[in-house]
């Protein structure tokens, strides 16, 4: 197999057609660059060079083909190396985000994208949108996202291989339907709500935040709560409280002000919940280390 030296020594030659000149271009004397196209031309199979005129060498018809395939291969190995060091550096890449639905309203994810397309113009992202928190935690473990950020209730040591930073807390709220007598009553207990219907996610897709509740009901209640629907996502709860058909324990946005016929009330339940950014702590990606750092810079 040719060396990429010997290829550069071949195309400066074939460019002059002169072993002295070449030789001085190259800072090689001209007997190590006769013996550097000679081992060339052995590890070819074929001539590459006429010296049947000792004093005006030429090249072969096999050397002309030749020349033509490889005259833009050191261009692109030096290209090819740049582009690798550039990538060592994560300044080129791919970072795939998972962003749970109510994140938006609490991490501007957009801003986050543009400080790091600024300091990084050659990364490309990718945004995967999902419904809730457990679906954008399962991108990062099933290596579809390098990050995601979803929601999280009294996080322990329970991560699974997940490195996380956690971003903004998220102010919990009960969505009373204003019709409710419990939504205009004075200092609101969780006692006062023993009987009343709720809206919760499914176990399934808020395991924590939904067993916590119910144990915390469960010790100041003496009962379970009530939960008569679920909806996977905030918007779904918030519909169906407004439409009187049960208490919901929400995170508060700034949307949920706007929205009519619903008294939101805070009510301490013990539970802390907020925005994180996860990431697998096995993911070794250059450009994935950058974002974390522009994270921890901003935030």
Known sequence: ??????????????????????????????????NEIKKLETSVGCQLLDRSDRWMIKLTEAGSIYLRQIKELPELMA???????????????????????????????????????????????????????????SLVRSGKCDISFFAASNISNNMENLLYKKIVDIPLAFAIPANNPLAHKENLTIQDLKYSHFIFPPP????????????????????????????????????????????????QMPMHRKLKNLILRHIPIGIERYTIAAWDENNSSQVLRNFISLLNSVS
């Open 79 to 137: 290209e090819a190396g740049q582009m690798a060091r550039k990538a060592a550096r994560g300044d080129i890449g791919t970072l795939s985000i998972g962003v749970a639905g109510l994140i938006y309203d609490f991490v501007d994810i957009g801003r986050l994208c543009k400080d790091m397309l600024q300091k990084y113009p050659d990364v490309k992202l990718r945004i995967y949108d999902t419904l809730v928190s457990p679906a954008a935690a």
């Open 1 to 34: 197999m040719p060396t990429l030296k010997q290829l550069q020594n071949f195309i400066v030659l074939a460019r002059e057609l002169h072993f002295a000149k070449a030789a001085q271009l190259l800072g090689i004397s001209q007997s190590a660059l006769s």
């Open 204 to 251: 399934e897709e808020a395991p924590r935040l939904r067993s916590h509740f119910e144990r915390f009901f469960y010790q100041n209640c003496q009962s379970a709560p009530l939960i008569v629907h679920e909806a996977a996502g905030a918007n779904g709860s918030l519909q169906l409280a407004a439409a009187g058909l049960g208490i919901a324990l929400i995170p």
